[in-house]
């Protein structure tokens, strides 16, 4: 299997806590982005303690109460499912603070994470305040929720935004990458992706690969899966029939989302 493909891996961690995924540097290529997903059963708390990184709590889905000990967002998230398609709420916490969220229903959280060296706000991140993108045509369409984008100075160095692919269309499509620090023309962003798929039992197929291939991987993901992008193009296709959901975390020396499309597949862009 794939060395970017990461499974779920599912530890109760305490009373009404499931980590299922903990990407961190030391177990993965990334080291700018970390991410972790937790399910909490009602009333189960998740505690935390940030060193120099900040934090973007997504309730992906369920209802949360967060708290930094000076500020408390109660009963916030928006969904039962992410299929749903609406966006959600998500709480920005920034280095060398502690957080606690508490689940008011069952929920799933998304933990993302990167450096940073600032301390900046606790921040509420409405849902109503995600810039939504339609973007594509033709077979590759899909709906873009921006929850922490570079438009918005809230954060450091974290980039955060979720997307959904229907039925038979491509995404993260043509193939684009960020793995350059070259501004005006490039920014260098490690990625995450967090992938759920509507049927559950669906997959996706996504490539990453780097313009030299030393970086080649063609894999099959599946609900719940992590995919770690630390260089290269990334595309993602969705098979007929099934709807794809992916939260993506990025994060790199500069906050700014520059990217390259692969010139062979621009034209894509061009189309009428
Ligand atoms: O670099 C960003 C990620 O590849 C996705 O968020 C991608 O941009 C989503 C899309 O536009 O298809």
Not at 206 to 234: C, F, W
Not at 244 to 251: C, E, G, T
């Amino acid at each position: 299997m794939s060395k970017l493909l990461c499974k779920p891996n599912t530890t109760e961690i305490s009373s009404g806590v499931t980590l299922v995924h903990d990407v961190t540097s030391e177990n993965s290529p990334l080291e700018y982005v970390g991410f972790k997903v937790v399910d909490l059963t009602p009333g189960a708390t998740y505690t935390e303690e940030l060193g120099k990184v900040e934090c973007c709590i997504v309730a992906l889905t369920g209802k949360i109460t967060v708290s930094d000990q000076e500020v408390t967002f109660e009963n916030i998230g928006t969904r039962e499912s992410v299929f749903e398609k609406i966006p959600t709420d998500s709480v920005y916490v920034s280095n060398e603070r502690k957080f606690v969220v508490e689940a008011v229903s069952q929920a799933r959280v998304a933990l993302c994470y990167s450096q940073s060296y600032q301390q900046l706000p606790t921040k509420l991140i409405k849902a109503e305040d995600n810039g939504i993108e339609n973007r594509g045509k033709y077979s590759n369409k899909r709906l873009v929720h921006n929850i922490l984008p570079d438009s918005d100075p809230s954060a450091n160095s974290l980039l955060v935004v979720e997307v959904f692919t229907e039925s038979g269309n491509w995404s993260s499509y043509p193939p684009h990458k960020h793995d350059q620090d070259n501004l005006p023309h490039e920014s260098f962003l490690e990625e995450s992706y967090y992938h759920e798929m509507n049927p559950r039992q669906g997959f996706v197929f996504q490539r990453v690969y780097t313009d030299d291939r030393s970086i080649d991987e063609t894999m099959t993901v599946e609900n719940g899966d992590v995919v770690l992008v630390p260089a290269g193009y990334h595309p993602v296709a969705v098979p007929d029939g099934y709807e794809s959901y992916y939260l993506n975390v990025m994060a790199g020396p500069t906050r700014i989302w520059k990217f390259h499309n692969e010139p062979a597949h621009e034209w894509i862009l061009e189309r009428k």
